[in-house]
């Protein structure tokens, strides 16, 4: 089974809508019933290829990268990786370092 992601980003309507409602989700203690509700908010933003899985035991089967990376799109933040050398990422704009 796999999954399919549409995350809407920060400038589609009803960010903070979203940010308000992931907020109180991860706010929860982590009981089965508060990760059961997260992983059905999670779900609504996911597309299962085959209708007879159940979507919410494959959220909870993502690993730690995939789940934070969607969470970190629905709040609306960018990754940002650092430059290993401490300095700006990127060519020089003129050309020169």
């Not at 494959?58 to 933040?77: A, Q, R, T």
Request: glycine share 10%.
């Amino acid at each position: 089974m796999s999954l399919h992601w549409h995350l809407p980003g920060p400038d589609e309507p009803g960010h903070l809508r979203r940010r308000r409602e992931l907020a109180a989700l991860l706010d929860a203690p982590p009981t089965p019933t508060n990760v059961d509700a997260l992983a059905d908010y999670l779900l609504q933003f996911a597309k299962v290829d085959d209708p007879d899985q159940d979507g919410r035991e494959y959220i909870l089967d993502l690993p730690e990268l995939v789940y934070k990376g969607v969470i970190i799109k629905l709040l609306g933040y960018e990754a940002k990786v650092p430059d290993p050398k401490g300095g700006r990422s990127g060519p020089p704009s003129d050309g020169a370092e």
